[in-house]
């Protein structure tokens, strides 16, 4: 390639030549002959140049193919890979989604179980938790402890459940079990229980006492309550030997436990101790004043004469003083009473009647107040003192015997009710104080009113009139006033 550029060169440069003079014959032939040669050696080093891209291109050639046959290949192994990468995805979704769906169900299962233990106490009698209690307290216990494994947590879930579907069957048609109750002294027994239907039963094994079962708020030992008369009989046999006579119930279980449940206000009394005796007092001193204070600020609102009240502003108006008494005198409003009064002596200090005679009727307006007001303080106070004396009662029991959980909730109780009638009656006593204080407040208002009005009249305002008169000696002014 380098001979053929050097023997163009070498034309061009002759032809400039030959452009600008004209050579010699001798050198044209020289540059010719040279061109030629440098020519036929280009043209061979072409021609070995040629041979040997032929040589090296069946190679390349031949490598060229198999690196495309390998990536054909390679491409069809991806493919093969891509699909099977795909085909696991899905199987992994699928997979995730059964996972998800067997974890949803023994969720499902579990919240089952869980509720089912919580709300297994509330539905069957308390006796029978000395019996089955020990598996509801495992299973609940199972539910809030979160160290546990599912399987785990399982366990004692299942055996509950099996227990309670055995108890299910031995509560057909009646089931008895030893156990434990309390009878209304307090005393824990020892005896048998028995479940009929919805009734539950107790015999005590030493002492042969027999009764209906009552819950016991926060105790696993029920209170046993006998029955009265002829319901008593045959219960003992009945819990002992699976036979005996039982009184009719239609209300499944209802009638009898209203039975031995019901009580009466005389009851509640006697359990509210002996601070009941004074809360007692209290509460008639306040409904009686309450009563009476009714029954007059009835007859003063009947008694309202508001014709009689305008009569007496009319005679004082016309200078008729004495017929102004007489108009007091004869009606029973309190308000034309007072005025009348003031009328009556205002030849002292007509301010001084007003301010005495509408003292002595707010005074009986306020009559009652005071003790109502002592009422609302003192009765708190005797239902806080019922609840301390209470409260020392059952602790000191709690220092002493345990085993009478019926004369701790007795003082419990005690308190309570101590304290429920000492607010009871201070909150109806205030309402009526509340409205008793109004209605002396509205009388007052009444009062001070009609005696403003009453003195605007008996002493109207005098009038000054200034007149200027002509300036004197000394530039000072000198006025006339009437």
């Known amino acids: 390639m380098t001979s053929v550029r050097s023997a163009l060169c070498v034309l061009l440069l002759a032809a400039a030549g030959r452009a600008q003079q004209t050579p010699p014959a001798e050198t044209i032939g020289k540059l010719s002959q040279s061109a030629e040669q440098q020519l036929a050696t280009s043209i061979d080093e072409l021609n070995r140049l040629r041979e040997q891209v032929a040589a090296e291109k069946l190679p390349l050639a031949q490598e060229l193919t198999a690196s495309e046959e390998q990536v054909v290949k390679l491409r069809k192994d991806h493919d093969d890979a891509q699909r099977l990468v795909d085909s696991g995805n899905l199987e992994i979704a699928t997979l ?26 509330s539905t069957v009698n308390v006796s029978e938790l000395q019996y089955c209690g020990d598996s509801v307290t495992a299973a609940k216990a199972a539910t809030e402890n979160t160290t546990l494994t599912r399987t785990e947590r399982f366990t004692p879930q299942l055996a509950f459940v099996d227990g309670s579907l055995k108890r299910l069957f031995d509560v057909l048609g009646g089931m008895r079990f030893p156990g434990e109750g309390v009878d209304e002294q307090g005393t824990v027994e020892q005896g048998q229980f028995a479940i009929i239907g919805p009734v539950a039963l107790f015999r005590a094994a030493t002492t042969g006492m027999a009764g209906l079962v009552v819950p016991q708020t926060g105790s696993s030992k029920p209170l046993i309550r006998p029955l009265e008369g002829s319901l008593q009989a045959g219960l003992g046999t009945l819990v002992e030997s699976g036979e005996g006579l039982l009184p009719l119930d239609p209300s499944r279980g209802g009638a009898l436990r209203a039975l031995v449940q019901k009580t009466n206000l005389w009851h509640i009394f006697e359990k509210g101790g002996p601070i009941m005796w004074p809360l007692l007092v209290a509460s008639i001193l306040s409904m009686g004043t309450v009563l009476e204070r009714v029954i007059f600020l009835l007859r003063e609102r009947r008694r309202r004469d508001a014709k009689a009240l305008d009569q007496l502003f009319a005679e004082v108006e016309r200078g008729d003083i004495e017929a102004a008494v007489r108009t007091s005198k004869g009606t029973n409003d309190y308000v034309v009473r007072t005025l009348g009064y003031a009328l009556e002596h205002k030849h002292k200090s007509l301010s001084s009647a007003l301010v005495y005679a509408e003292a002595q009727e707010l005074k009986r307006f306020n009559r009652g107040i005071a003790v109502l007001d002592t009422v609302i303080t003192l009765a708190p106070l005797l239902g806080l003192l019922a609840t301390v004396t209470g409260m020392m009662g059952s602790f000191s029991l709690i220092g002493g015997d345990l085993g009478a959980p019926g004369a701790i909730t007795g003082g419990i109780a005690e308190a309570l009710i101590g304290t429920a009638f000492g607010l009871g009656i201070a909150i109806t006593s205030l309402i009526p104080f509340n409205i008793l204080n109004t209605k002396a407040e509205q009388a007052r208002h009444e009062i001070d009113s009609a005696a403003a009005q009453l003195e605007l009249l008996v002493h109207p305002q005098n009038t000054t009139v200034v007149t200027m008169a002509p300036v004197g000696r000394g530039g000072q002014l000198v006025g006339a006033g009437s």
């Open 96 to 121: 995730k989604a059964e996972m998800k769906a067997r974890q949803d169900e023994l969720d499902y299962v579990a919240n089952l179980l869980d509720e089912y233990a919580r709300t297994f106490e």
